[in-house]
């Protein structure tokens, strides 16, 4: 195997992303402005340590094992290179188990680090990185904002994966409310049916195509366009604190839905008026449903996704 040249010093932005938004199950995605950090040295000592700040600071590994590591090394043993020694150092804002996309940012910065840290003659497109993080992450709804930013529609063919960036309206403000609590991707998938009926899927079909509407061109039509048929309910009993302030938002006119498998609540807002609003109706619930804590934050959509800089 080829040697990664040791002395390489780099940082790599990776945004949070918020997948579904309501009715766009497997397919929309939204970047979110809460980055984690990672720092990757190349060493000419072997080994490899990680240090975590932040978010999962206390449960996660600290050596080959942890998981932006073992891509790393993963990534550039199937293109045929080996380091002597790695070390990184990770900043983590994205929380873990929300429905925030952290696994996802955690494979597109393992793997946009890995690539910069390759001679120049074997770096591959963002495109790349792109597809290897979705073949390696299962799906591309959560994986395309991280990479590109912005509001994206994803799918799955054969012969790989596809996104593309969709017109977001000046207007839209998401606002997120984060639970004390974690809810894992594998436990919210197994509680979906096998099966819909066809006139759920069509009612489905058309709030997606309401949704990307109101994204793009008229915000005023987002509380309908976020009603979801085909997953929320499902997964309702697993995160009862956030189906319950949902159904709070939804009631007084905020277009609240589930952030990926949850349990984050995501609200599309119309503007900060809204914003301040929604966060306000947060605070209200918390106040009186007491059993649990909720970290609220007012956030922008980053228009580009991941960011590399050599140190």
Same mark, same amino acid.
């Given at each position: 195997?080829?040697?990664?040249?040791? !002395?390489?010093?780099?940082?790599?932005?990776?945004?949070?992303?918020?997948?579904?938004l309501?009715?766009?199950?497997?397919?929309?995605?939204?970047a979110l402005?809460v980055?984690?950090?990672?720092? =990757?040295?190349t060493?000419?000592?072997?080994g490899v340590?990680?240090? =975590?700040? *932040?978010?999962?600071?206390d449960?996660l590994?600290?050596?080959e094992?942890?998981?932006i590591?073992r891509t790393?090394?993963?990534?550039?043993?199937?293109?045929?290179?080996?380091?002597?020694?790695l070390?990184i150092?990770a $900043?983590?804002?994205i929380?873990?188990g929300? *429905?925030m996309?952290s $696994?996802?940012a955690?494979m597109? @910065?393992?793997?946009?680090?890995?690539?910069?840290?390759?001679?120049a003659? $074997?770096? =591959?497109?963002?495109?790349?990185?792109?597809?290897?993080?979705?073949?390696?992450?299962g799906?591309p709804?959560n994986?395309?904002p991280?990479?590109y930013?912005?509001?994206? #529609?994803s799918w799955?063919t054969e012969?790989?994966? !596809?996104?593309?960036?969709?017109?977001? %309206?000046e207007?839209?403000?998401?606002?997120?409310?984060?639970?004390d609590?974690?809810?894992?991707?594998?436990?919210a998938? *197994?509680?979906?049916?096998?099966t819909?009926? %066809?006139?759920?899927?069509?009612?489905?079909?058309?709030?997606?195509?309401?949704?990307?509407h109101?994204?793009?061109h008229?915000?005023?039509?987002? #509380?309908?366009?976020?009603?979801?048929?085909?997953?929320?309910?499902?997964?309702?009993?697993?995160?009862e604190?956030?189906?319950?302030?949902?159904?709070?938002?939804?009631?007084?006119g905020?277009?609240?839905v589930? @952030?990926?498998?949850?349990?984050?609540? #995501?609200?599309l807002?119309?503007?900060?008026a809204?914003a301040?609003?929604?966060?306000?109706?947060v605070?209200?619930?918390?106040?009186?449903?007491?059993?649990t804590t909720w970290?609220?934050?007012?956030? $922008?959509?980053?228009?580009?996704?991941?960011r590399?800089?050599?140190?």
């Amino acid at each position: 195997m080829a040697q990664i040249q040791a !002395g390489q010093t780099i940082a790599v932005h990776v945004p949070a992303t918020s997948a579904n938004l309501g009715p766009g199950f497997d397919v929309l995605g939204l970047a979110l402005g809460v980055y984690d950090t990672l720092v =990757v040295h190349t060493l000419a000592e072997p080994g490899v340590s990680v240090e =975590v700040t *932040g978010e999962g600071a206390d449960t996660l590994p600290t050596d080959e094992t942890h998981l932006i590591a073992r891509t790393i090394l993963e990534r550039w043993a199937e293109l045929g290179f080996e380091p002597a020694g790695l070390r990184i150092e990770a $900043s983590n804002n994205i929380p873990h188990g929300r *429905g925030m996309g952290s $696994s996802a940012a955690a494979m597109v @910065s393992a793997l946009a680090a890995a690539n910069a840290l390759l001679p120049a003659a $074997s770096q =591959v497109p963002l495109e790349e990185i792109f597809q290897a993080a979705s073949r390696w992450e299962g799906h591309p709804d959560n994986v395309a904002p991280a990479v590109y930013g912005g509001l994206t #529609l994803s799918w799955s063919t054969e012969a790989g994966f !596809g996104t593309v960036q969709g017109k977001l %309206h000046e207007d839209i403000v998401p606002v997120i409310a984060i639970p004390d609590v974690e809810l894992s991707t594998a436990m919210a998938r *197994g509680l979906l049916p096998a099966t819909v009926p %066809h006139a759920v899927a069509a009612a489905n079909g058309g709030r997606v195509g309401l949704l990307i509407h109101a994204l793009a061109h008229d915000p005023s039509v987002l #509380l309908v366009g976020t009603e979801d048929f085909l997953h929320q309910g499902f997964r309702a009993p697993a995160m009862e604190p956030s189906a319950a302030l949902i159904a709070r938002l939804r009631a007084a006119g905020h277009a609240a839905v589930v @952030s990926g498998a949850g349990p984050t609540v #995501l609200v599309l807002c119309a503007g900060q008026a809204q914003a301040k609003e929604a966060a306000a109706a947060v605070f209200a619930f918390a106040e009186s449903h007491g059993e649990t804590t909720w970290r609220v934050r007012i956030e $922008s959509v980053p228009p580009t996704g991941v960011r590399v800089e050599v140190l």
